[in-house]
């Protein structure tokens, strides 16, 4: 008997669809099962936030439900495929301000429940998404809240399975396979992990804190694997994920701090999104989230804001508990005169104040704090020149650093269990804060000078807060904070610091006079805030009458640092922040140290009517102001009129105005007809680029051809005057102060230019009119 082959291939293929069809009943049989197991797992792992009780009262670890204290943090698309190497927190600022009050870019703000949400662009479902964000601005919590939302279906139920990992619990590991990888964080899911994985579409993979792996990932590596069973190194195994060659059509979530993302290709993800953590409403609700009681977090909030420096901060969620639970101490509630000196200013004494308190309610003796804090800076110090932010028991032993210390818990978090316990410190601006301040408790003349360096010349910035702790513990009062639990800090150190300041301004300040590096200025003058110092300000910037900023990006915080350099050189006479992405905010903390500005450029920054009041507010505390240029903004809008109203004053001394492109239409021309007619010291006015051509058009020029004009100058270029304009025009003849008219780029056929030019040829003292007139430009002889 011959059997046919193709006979033998059809009975083959009906079996083998009958025993997959057999698996996967038995696979949705057992699955309620299995997934109620699972949830329970995840959700005794993840539905506890854990902090620091408030040092007043002890320093164990608390819990919170997470969903009592998660606060929404704001989550938005990222196009930036490649990141510069800048300070993080830096430029999550600049990114944060942009995202606030940039009206005119797109920004997509993404709901957690839509991170895997469909793209256009891709067009279809993206199944590897990039979440990234600076450290302590959210990224664990946002993916622990995600987990606890699908434990609690309310999210993502179209998983079967979410398999959350941190990066740093598998630094220990050395070869393994996903199998394996999933079995060691899950092995209650041993005898299903093969039904499990053959679907995997219905698998959310969560890998948390890629800059935390000290193993190579290379997305872009050509070693994949495609069997969960294979054993190869962490990253092949990540990367065979992403790339979909391992379970080809599950979802992978990975989160990262910038700077390690600076070193990798993103190309391979579908999405890259970025956390920019809290906008104000959010501050404002962490603050009544932690103190609960309203009328305590009102107050505390409302000093905050009042803070420049803090309020900026607070986007970032472990700043805001780190702020609240200095205040809880410091800012008294039952008490209405607490002292102000005991508040913090600057992010030093923040951090100073900080650490007071723990030791000031440590029962440890002063002389082993001492010596602990000593071996915890020195190893803290180590870790921020390498880029190291993960140690473990090896480290701890290297440096001397006694594990079992509970003053250790207090500044440092232990992980996993042993023999892979690994530490961290609280975040990351902890542990700059330690690497600083034990130069100042152990003095190593070439120790610190090494360390200057280093974190001078580092290429990704990554010494940029702790150089701002070093300056700012040089001030004598934030550091008598810490001198009742660490004795005197060094004055050597102190006197060494300042030299090093001073080197760097005087050296930058000059190159700036040639190489534009006003970027590296700016820092130089972070680090000067921080000292406090006024005398310092005046030897190394010296009499200074110009600060020229433009087209360096500013954060609100820069904003800040403004009030303190322009008030101890007082002799600044002229300021420009061009194009330098100032928005309300920044504007707002800015407007208060104007007052002895003559000269203010704030052109292309995208401004709008809503900085008016701001705007106002410097002007009528600023007697001085003879020259303010807000070209190339959108200033059209209600308050609009706050600022007409204070240049119509008679306290007003601006004597040039340039308004060039800034969204006005002819409804602004009564107001400005009333600054015209009220402003005698007006003596040059550009309105150039607006559509000012309507009913209110005439208000405009009466005021200007009227006696008490003061205007010499005047620019309407492009304001899309036509013929029916060409009357109002002939009354500027009127004006016997006018000696410069520029009407180029109208829409004025070339008769009737000929005869404004003609009326005007008349006009007393007119030296120069610029208008097109056979493409001739046209000057008075």
Sequence with gaps: MVIH?????????????????????????????????????????????????????????????????YVNIVVVSSKQRKLQCENELVTAGIKHEK????????????????????????????????????????????????????????LYQRFAFIFFFKFRTFNQLNNVSLEMMILQEYPHLQHDIESILQNPQELLFIFDGLDETIHSIDFYSNKQLSNVKQVDSLGVVVVSLVRQSLLGGCYVLLTSRPTKLSSIAMGVFHRVSEIMGFFPKEREIYFETFFKNKDISDKMFQYVKENDTLYTFCYIPSYCWIICTVLSMSFQPTSSDQPVSLLPKTVTQLFTIFVAHILSNHSLHKSDAQKLLKYIGWMAEYGVMNRIIIFDERDLVTFKVDASSQLLSSFMIETDQPPNVTFSFLHLTIQEFFAALVHYMDYNQEKLQESLRKAQTCDDSRGEIFLRFLCGLSDRSTGSILKRRLGELSTETSRIVIEWLLKTIQETWKENEYKDDNRKLLGAFVYLFETRNEALVLKSLGSCKSFDFSYVPLTPLDCSIFPFILESCKETERLNLESCGIQNEGLGRLS????????????????????CSHLASAITNNQSLKTLDLSYNSLSGPQFSDLMEVLSSSACRIEELLLRDISLTDSACSQLAVVIRNNHFLRKLDLSYNNLVGPHFGHLMEALSSPTCRIE?????????????????????KNKNLRFLDLNRNYIKDINSSRIREEMMTSPNLKELRMNFKNILLVKP
């Design 592 to 611: 208060r140290a104007l007052h002895t500005i003559k000269d203010l450029s704030l052109s292309s920054n995208s401004l709008t009517h809503n900085c």
């Design 713 to 733: 100058e005047l620019l309407l270029e492009n304001i899309r005057l036509t013929d029916e304009s060409a009357p109002l025009l002939a009354l500027l003849k």
């Design 5 to 69: 082959y193709s006979y033998i291939k059809g009975i083959f293929i009906i079996l083998s669809k009958r025993l997959i069809y057999f698996d996967t009943l038995t696979y949705f049989s057992i699955l309620p099962d299995i997934q109620k197991l699972h949830k329970k797992h995840l959700k005794r792992q993840n539905q506890y936030l854990e902090e620091h009780r408030p040092p007043e009262t002890n320093l164990e670890l608390q819990s919170f439900n997470i969903n009592e204290r």
């Design 99 to 154: 995202y606030m009050y940039e009206k005119r870019t797109a920004v997509e703000r993404i709901v957690p429940n839509k991170l895997f949400r469909w793209s256009h662009q891709l067009g279809c479902v993206p199944r590897t998404v990039l979440v990234r964000g600076v450290p302590g601005v959210g990224k664990t919590t946002l993916m622990k809240k995600i987990v606890c939302d699908w434990v609690n279906n309310k």
